[in-house]
């Protein structure tokens, strides 16, 4: 992030004061989790993004890729996720081009945290990091605050407690890869079901050691819209029109003026040769 | 109702089809409950994109000024016409850039790509949250009704005609529901060669 | 969720300004209700979900209620569920005294009259919920009453209440009352006819079918009842439990 741009910060305060507060950015009530197996680390998500009590995308991404074995999971505020991830991802690659040496999940995480500890919590993101580096499988949570843990199983989100509820119940050390999968599947589930913020499909990322990284997009798919009772397709000319214009899409005219400086005609060229 | 982006009013749809892409908005531009224009459109076309606004007036018409200054030096730079897709993420990262003091505004974006011919929709939150879609996205202070008018009209592969009947009925009666929205509606009809602008017949009040 | 309160720069350095603590004795339960009424019947549909925030308390409790009278009246009073209880459960009370006063059974016209006094009895400390009541008038029409929390109502054809109302509203506009559609032949606008059962019960399905989509309180099971001259029959249906 070379930098924030504070222009409108005076205005929007002037304007909140007046009584109209600032609106809710697209807070991610969601369901996140990660856990650890003998010879990886597998994370998850659902795929409900919502805006206040309405479902704004049914079935998002949270799943980031930091770098290819490196992989994050995100709730809180969904443009904070996602942007701080793609800082992380710049980040690491340059770090890794500049030192010689494959990422570690470590690097990316104090990274994370430096980078979300100076904002104070602002930039609201709260991500389960995972991946394999040169020292095996990782997995860790950070907190918007900049707080971090580390755990064999971990869960984040509106539906952590959900998904917890799961996990506490079912896990068990040296998993394997198979069950480490269907039971972050299953708290992902939970959530689902259990926690309105959550909903949708289980997303699901594999990262194991000496092995590119899986993505299981839409592993489960749970909540599939069943058909319609009936076609709501209207006659041709059901809505009344005033009027109509057709043309090319890219507006002839614009482009005029802008191919002609484009031209390498090399006879005309020449002229002064 | 006390927020900066219900102040002037106002309501986006885009929809995909087959081959096709839609995109709607009423005409509307307010203060509070005073209606101040009926010529208020709030979609702008950059070059093979087009962009939804929606939200606090100057904000519109400032952003929609900054990204015909951005799309202008694109232009100049890769000596190409922007797509869909990569303007998408400039609307992304300009908003976030303002993430401690953003922009009042639901933009949305819609389009065919060139190349491959593929339709595009998506929409954003106003700090620049990118939302991809398969069907459809809405805006504005409407957006509820027409989610609800979305999620039951909308089908799969619909040709442009078909879809044009689908958006429009979805954009009139979701802001027939809507005190800040409506006055008028302009809907765009995008296949890979051609625009079609309609400007529909609505109440007015 | 992890929504930190905003603070004023301008009032965060100024001396702790004293709290002051209220009890709220309002909650949102969410859901949402629909009624359409035809010829010669009318439904009265609403999902089974009981939630508080972002969690269910209950994937069916049922909120459309039957009144105690012949024939039958239907009513759900949506919102606050409480509340909503408290007053279907006194309207049944004060319907069944009207056939003791009476002696006879109360028409929908009279009980919504009754229900709007109920409401207003409370205007500074309301029910807060929105009320829809369906039934067969004198004439063996369906009829539709809808109020707000504190007893405005009318007579309508079709009406949508609770948490996602915003989102099905504009489709039975579109849908029942076919705003916005114009003849494909004479270009004139479209003019409303009843609907049969049949397509009433699907047209209910797929509004709900579509706000439980959409909105995060709507969901479990819808459950249908519809009121015929033969009396009141009720469908289940499953809705998305996410």
Not at chain 3, 25 to 48: C, E, H, K, Q, R
Request: proline share 4%; glycine share 8%; aromatic share 10%.
């Amino acid at each position: 992030m070379p930098g924030f741009n504070f222009d409108n910060y005076q205005r929007n305060n002037f304007l909140a004061s007046k009584g109209y507060p600032i609106p809710k950015a697209t807070s991610t009530g969601t369901t996140i989790v990660g856990c650890r197996f003998d010879g990886g680390v597998v994370i998850a998500a659902d795929t409900r993004a919502t805006e206040g009590d309405i479902v704004a995308d049914k079935n998002c991404e949270k799943l980031h890729r930091i770098s290819p074995t490196i992989w994050c999971a995100g709730a809180g505020t969904a443009a904070d996720c996602e942007f701080v991830t793609q800082l992380m991802s710049s980040t690491l690659e340059l770090h890794a081009l500049s030192t010689g040496r494959k990422p570690r999940v470590v690097t990316c995480l104090t990274l994370l945290k430096q980078h979300l500890f100076k904002y104070q919590g602002h930039v609201g993101a709260y991500l389960i990091v995972a991946g394999v580096d040169p020292t095996g499988p990782r997995l860790f949570s950070i907190h918007a605050h900049g707080s971090t843990d580390v755990g064999y199983y971990l869960s984040l989100g509106s539906g952590s407690m959900a998904a917890m509820a799961v996990l506490e119940t079912k896990w068990k050390q040296s998993l394997t890869k198979d069950e480490a999968m269907s039971l972050c599947a299953e708290a992902i589930e939970a959530g689902i079901w259990n926690d309105l913020g959550s909903g949708s499909n289980v997303d699901m990322c594999v990262m194991e050691v000496d092995k590119p990284a899986v993505l299981y997009r839409n592993y489960r798919t749970p909540n599939e819209r069943s058909i319609k009772e009936k076609s709501y397709k209207f006659a041709r000319g059901t809505t009344a029109v005033l009027k109509e214009k057709i043309r090319p899409v890219v507006d002839a005219v614009q482009f005029d003026i802008f191919e002609e400086t484009i031209i390498r005609d090399s006879d005309k060229m020449e002229i002064d040769s | 109702m006390s927020d900066p982006s219900s102040i002037n009013g106002g309501s986006v749809v885009a929809m995909v089809g087959k081959d096709c892409v839609a995109i709607g908005c009423d005409m509307r531009l307010g203060m509070q409950a005073l209606t101040v224009s009926n010529d208020f459109p709030k979609i702008f076309q950059f070059n093979n994109a087009f962009l939804g606004l929606t939200g606090l007036a100057t904000d519109v018409i400032t952003l929609s000024e900054v990204f015909r200054y951005k799309v202008n030096l694109y232009n100049l730079r890769e000596e190409r016409k922007i797509e869909p897709e990569t303007f998408a993420n400039l609307v992304s990262s300009s908003l976030y850039e303002k993430r401690f003091g953003p922009y009042f505004v639901g933009p949305v974006v819609a389009g065919i790509n060139s190349k491959s011919g593929h339709p595009y929709i998506c929409g954003f939150d106003l700090i620049g949250c990118i939302n991809f879609a398969k069907d459809f996205v809405v805006g504005g202070t409407s957006s509820e009704q027409l989610f609800g008018m979305c999620e039951s009209l909308w089908e799969p592969d619909l040709e442009p005609d078909d879809l044009f009947e689908t958006i429009s009925q979805a954009l009139l009666n979701a802001q027939d529901r809507d005190a800040m929205s409506g006055w008028g509606a302009i809907v765009y009809i995008i296949t890979k060669d051609k625009v079609v602008k309609r400007l529909l017949k609505t109440r007015q009040d | 969720m992890y929504s930190e309160p905003y603070i004023d720069p301008a009032s965060a350095h100024a001396a702790a300004a004293p709290i002051e603590h209220r009890f709220n004795p309002y909650s949102d339960n969410g859901g949402t209700i629909l009624a359409i009424a035809g010829s010669d019947f009318a439904v009265l549909a609403g999902d089974t979900r009981h939630t508080t925030g972002y969690s269910i308390n209950s994937r069916f409790q049922p909120k459309v209620h039957t009144l105690p009278c012949d024939p039958p009246i239907l009513v759900s009073a949506n919102g606050y569920s409480a509340d909503g209880d408290t007053l279907v459960r006194r309207l049944g009370q004060r319907v069944q005294w009207y056939s003791y006063n009476h002696n006879k059974a109360i028409s929908v016209a009279a009980c919504a009259r009754l229900i709007q006094t109920m409401l207003y009895g409370k205007r500074f400390f309301p029910y807060y919920v929105h009320t829809i009541v369906a039934g067969l008038d004198e004439e063996g029409r369906g009829a539709v009453y809808s109020f707000d929390p504190v007893g405005s109502y009318e007579r309508e054809q079709c009406r949508a209440g609770g948490a996602a109302a915003s989102l099905i509203m504009p489709f039975l506009d579109n849908q029942v009352n076919l705003k916005n559609q114009y003849d494909v032949q004479t270009g004139e606008p479209k003019t409303a006819v009843y609907l049969s059962l049949d397509d009433t019960i699907k047209l209910v399905k797929d509004a709900f079918s579509s706000a439980t989509e959409r909105h995060i309180h709507v969901g479990d099971h819808l459950e249908i009842k519809i009121i015929t001259k033969e009396g009141v029959k009720v469908e289940y249906f499953p809705l998305k439990r996410d």
